[in-house]
T-cell receptor
Framework: GQNIDQPTEMTATEGAIVQINCTYQ??????LFWYQQHAGEAPTFLSY??LDGLEEKGRFSSFLSRSKGYSYLLLKELQMKDSASYLC??????????WGAGTKLIIKP | IAGITQAPTSQILAAGRRMTLRCTQD?????MYWYRQDLGLGLRLIHY???????GKGEVPDGYSVSRANTDDFPLTLASAVPSQTSVYFC???????????FGEGSRLTVL
């Protein structure tokens, strides 16, 4: 079966760095996506990786290793507004997104 | 209308009743999706449509139906609601075969 694993919850301190991991087992691979979802709101797109390596976008970076079925989202200079759930999703061979349950990130002052 | 709009935002429904969740987008995206989101679970695909006039079943289609008469609208119907359909429902759209989805604000449905 297809599976996306990510930690349920993480806590970090304002101004610090946090890394949210995601491992996956899917039938085929056409890209890995990270979304941010604030409580009570819709998910919004953060990043996309299809080749191995690091993609940087401001304070957020996303890394992919296809051979290991592994990705991480790195958030730098954490701000209180970064408190949200972060969803990892993989596009399978049928071009359908398979979603992880999300990691709730709590930022403390 | 800007982006993707869902209605209603919230609804309490008696079991056995019929309910249609509306979704409209103005981005001219070909692909549209309906997901449900439940606590502790990832987003689960109910139905999708790759283009107007076509629809497909997702991971959890039972008890739901959709139609795609035109590019903009993609309503989701619960023919006879059951309590297990209590959930938050998200409609989304995307360009062809991209994983960058644009989501509506969600419809919180409670079936009693």
């Amino acid at each position: 079966g297809q599976n996306i694993d990510q930690p349920t919850e993480m806590t970090a301190t304002e101004g610090a760095i946090v890394q949210i991991n995601c491992t996956y087992q899917t039938s085929g691979f056409n890209g890995l996506f990270w979304y941010q979802q604030h409580a009570g709101e819709a998910p919004t797109f953060l990043s996309y990786n299809v080749l191995d390596g690091l993609e940087e976008k401001g304070r957020f970076s996303s890394f992919l290793s296809r051979s290991k079925g592994y990705s991480y989202l790195l958030l730098k200079e954490l701000q209180m507004k970064d408190s949200a759930s972060y969803l990892c999703a993989v596009m399978d061979s049928n071009y359908q997104l398979i979603w992880g349950a999300g990691t709730k990130l709590i930022i403390k002052p | 209308i800007a982006g993707i709009t869902q209605a209603p935002t919230s609804q309490i429904l008696a079991a056995g009743r019929r309910m249609t969740l509306r979704c409209t987008q103005d981005m001219r995206h070909n692909a549209m999706y309906w997901y449900r989101q439940d606590l502790g679970l990832g987003l689960r695909l109910i139905h999708y449509s790759n283009t107007a006039g076509t629809t497909g079943k997702g991971e959890v289609p039972d008890g739901y139906s959709v139609s795609r008469a035109n590019t903009d609208d993609f309503p989701l119907t619960l023919a006879s609601a059951v309590p297990s359909q209590t959930s938050v429902y998200f409609c989304a759209s995307s360009g062809d075969n991209t994983g960058e989805l644009f989501f509506g604000e969600g419809s919180r449905l409670t079936v009693l």
